[in-house]
């Protein structure tokens, strides 16, 4: 493992995850994610470029690290197959990923789940199962102990935050003289796994977190130099419901730490009218989460530079889209 | 120039647009538009790609054919600027080429023309000229006269024809084993170059066309062997306005008749209903025109095997977005 620390005194710490493990989960996954696009946006002001991961075929980055994760079990334990829970992208990410492994896969989902979710998830080839929502983890591991399978954790795994960077490699071998790297953080892996690739690959690139006002736990858990978790009645208010996470990773947080230079916040609003910004400038379909590097880069344009927003996701709820397009006709 | 046609007779007839002149398109355009991605529909049935020329920066194809219009010009003509009269993509496909080549534009519009699109063409650095709808014509080519600048025409010409074929060229780079390329067809601009391409480069992959029932003149001009024109009464009411042109081209459809293999027509329900599968499924805004061919592969996805639907631009009116997003949620 090699020290990608900025740190200046020269202190190395050991952390969890090192480009190499990027390098080599960018080959593992190739056949079974989409190399997406790095779309110019010569709508908007100063220099900015998007990073599409709403086109991956489940309309979110979150398959990387599934499919990372999926693809370094042993065989005879990935045979027995994945287990997570999860109702949104990450659970239609480990279905897609073990289908394209060829192995079962279980999604426990909470019962109020929206049903276009649950058949979404039916239509990989996943099974569903649906318990009440407080019973989801304990759910999850009766099914991992009882049929051998293994757990797939949503973002706090070096396997999962491995297979997020490798967006940042693709990113890199498309665009030289990047000045910054704006992420969406919820549990951290996406902002971690692009951290550990950047400061390696291209240590002049700044990596910018966003998050939402209402869910800035990772922002002050940076500023605080330790974890600190946020009530769960200001975060699940964020419309931006990838980043509800109360709590960074305890294994994405010294990655961060490490490898991020600041995170920044937008507001409500700004992440909706950056939702509908993206409909009609740059033709994309955007979900809230994916589109706060959008909102953070509106708010200030001059700020970061030559700029690669990173689009994590898609899949936005059509009520949502209505609010979002109705702000702006 | 070389004989492309599939007359199984054996007859050569002379093309005024032939595959080295897609290929050469290819390099003199290629710093001025985008190489749009092809991307894996996992969400429809059968075996589906779509290559999302949505994502061009104007956000249509057009922007190839003018490029390739300008860049061909002599360099003291091109100098002297470029004119054309559009309310819709080519206006803006024009301005756009126009600034990459440092050259002065006009584009002639309708004063009815909306706003929106006046000023997003102004923004692309155009003079924009207003007249009365029956008088763009005449008041383009008055332009033309007094300032020395060179019209470049939506469709009918054979640069512009070879401009939008390029974008075949990249599809048959992405993928092998296509059966079927589906492609609007309006005045044939794209339909001719690209099918130009597919015919010399590929000649196992059908290339066929897809109109509105509101404005089939290219399939009944096809079926009769001559272009017979139809009344703006009925082409006028398709929602896909790419598409109302109501006579296919001069130039246009004798490339047709030799390198396009059947025209299909959709209806207007499945147009709409088309928008807002793309929305949904594929997380990207495509403009009515621009969905055709989506309408047509759902109508009957075994129908084409390994089929690449071009979805030719994103520019839709909010108002008719709305419409159709109100079709689904």
């Known amino acids: 493992m090699r020290d990608i620390s900025r740190d200046p005194d020269g202190a190395a710490p050991e952390l969890a995850v090192a480009v190499g493990d990027v390098v080599a989960a960018r080959a593992r996954i190739a056949g079974a994610v989409t190399r997406t696009p790095l779309l110019p946006a010569a709508w908007a002001p100063g220099d900015l470029w998007l990073k599409a991961e709403n086109l991956q075929p489940i309309g979110a980055f979150k398959l990387r690290g599934a499919a990372n994760a999926i693809a370094r079990l042993e065989p005879d334990v990935r045979a027995r197959g994945v287990v997570t829970h999860s109702s949104g992208n990450h659970g239609q990410a480990v279905a897609w990923a073990a289908r394209a492994a060829g192995i079962p896969a279980v999604i426990v989902m909470p019962e109020d789940a929206m049903a276009v979710k649950v058949t979404a998830t039916k239509a990989l080839g996943a099974d569903v199962v649906t318990v009440p929502s407080a019973r989801r983890e304990l759910a999850a591991d009766a099914i991992r102990a009882e049929r051998g399978m293994t757990l797939v954790p949503p973002f706090d795994h070096p396997d999962v935050i491995?297979?997020?960077?490798?967006?940042?490699?693709?990113?890199?071998?498309?665009l030289d003289g990047i000045d910054t790297m704006l992420v969406p953080v919820g549990g951290g892996g996406l902002a971690?796994?692009?951290?550990?690739a950047v400061a390696a690959l291209s240590p002049r690139t700044r990596v910018v977190g966003v998050e939402p006002a209402l869910a800035a736990d990772a922002r002050e858990s940076l500023a605080a130099g330790r974890r600190i978790a946020w009530?769960?009645?200001?975060?699940?208010?964020?419309?931006?419901?990838?980043?509800?996470?109360p709590l960074v990773g305890e294994i994405t947080f010294p990655i961060i730490q490490a490898t991020v230079d600041e995170i920044v916040t937008v507001d409500e609003d700004e992440i909706l009218a950056a939702v509908a910004t993206l409909v009609h400038r740059a033709?994309?379909?955007?979900?809230?989460?994916?589109?706060?590097?959008?909102?953070?880069?509106?708010a200030a344009p001059r700020k970061f530079?030559?700029?690669?927003?990173?689009?994590?996701?898609?899949?936005?709820?059509?009520?949502?889209?209505?609010?979002?397009?109705?702000?702006?006709?």
Chains 1, 2 share one sequence.
């Open 283 to 298: 033709h994309l379909v955007v979900e809230p989460s994916g589109a706060l590097s959008i909102a953070a880069y509106l």
């Open 305 to 329: 530079g030559r700029t690669v927003a990173v689009l994590s996701g898609g899949n936005i709820d059509p009520s949502v889209l209505a609010r979002a397009l109705a702000l702006t006709s």
């Open 162 to 174: 491995a297979g997020q960077g490798t967006l940042a490699i693709e990113v890199l071998e498309d």
């Open 192 to 196: 971690s796994g692009v951290g550990v």
């Open 231 to 245: 009530d769960t009645r200001s975060t699940g208010r964020t419309i931006a419901d990838g980043t509800r996470t």
